[in-house]
């Protein structure tokens, strides 16, 4: 891999992984169309591994209200404030994918890497995205949660295995369908993001040390990973402040069956 190729999935990844529109699948595709060596499951969670520099930065001030609560939780063996009810409802929420991710590792390294499944998936949730955000109200904000709303989304993010799903798009598209309104859905599903992406780094980036070292290759493609996913984060809370998420499901609806056009058109 050269070190063009992996700031250029930094990149995509950065944008892709807040967008709800598919890291995983905008970097098998990327490979597939450009015949670029397939860097394994290992350097795509080194570069997430970016994103996880910028959802901790961006939302700084929120971590430390959240690990203050999580403190006071221990301390006083009970749940009194809403900081404290969203670090409880955080932890719900990641149950599911880590379960996930440990029974179906093998499959989302393998069986699930197939552009016909990216573009299916990219469709199906383009669909629902598009769907859910039309026709449910919005009425509830973030400190609105409760623990099964938690649970519901956590289970939606297991989704995300199968690249073309989308993990922020999974998880947006279920705050949605609750009634969560844009913008909360979004942060939600940012702040969700972090434990699964730290779980997944520490499992998955000293796999791609050991088969890339240091390289400039796996440098620059975490950095630009990180550059990108601040832009992605900051520009998607401006946006569905005022607007609605049907671009990014026309955006996905296109591309799904962009792909399979080309697989048509390469058979």
């Not at 990641?94 to 393998?110: H, K, Q």
């Not at 550059?227 to 996905?252: D, E, M, N």
């Amino acid at each position: 891999m050269t070190v063009f190729e992996a700031i250029v999935l930094g990149v995509i990844q950065g944008l892709a992984e807040f967008l709800p529109v598919s890291s995983s699948a905008h970097l098998l595709l990327t490979r597939w169309l450009f015949g670029w060596e397939e860097g394994g499951l290992a350097f795509d969670v080194a570069l997430h591994f970016g994103t996880l520099i910028a959802v901790l930065w961006y939302f700084r001030a929120e971590w430390i209200r959240l690990a203050v609560a999580t403190k006071q939780i221990v301390v006083r063996r009970r749940i009194e404030t809403v900081a404290e009810r969203r670090a409880v409802f955080l932890v719900i929420a990641t149950i599911p994918a880590a379960v996930a991710g440990l029974l179906l590792e093998e499959l989302a390294e393998t069986e699930f890497r197939e552009p016909a499944i990216t573009a299916t998936t990219l469709i199906v949730l383009g669909l629902l995205l598009w769907g859910v955000d039309r026709f449910v109200g919005r009425w509830r904000r973030l400190d609105d949660l409760r623990w099964t709303d938690a649970l519901l989304i956590g289970i939606a993010q297991v989704a995300a295995l199968v690249p073309g799903v989308s993990r922020s798009g999974a998880t947006i598209t279920a705050g949605r369908a609750l009634g969560m309104e844009r913008e909360s859905a979004a942060v939600f599903s940012f702040l969700m993001s972090m434990p699964v992406i730290a779980a997944a780094a520490v499992v998955k980036v000293p796999e791609a040390i050991a088969e890339m070292g240091f390289s400039p290759p796996l440098v620059a493609g975490v950095l630009a990973a990180t550059l990108s996913s601040w832009a992605a984060i900051a520009i998607l809370l401006r946006y569905v402040a005022r607007h609605s998420f049907g671009i990014f499901a026309v955006y996905r609806v296109a591309l799904g069956i962009a792909v399979f056009a080309l697989l048509a058109g390469r058979g």
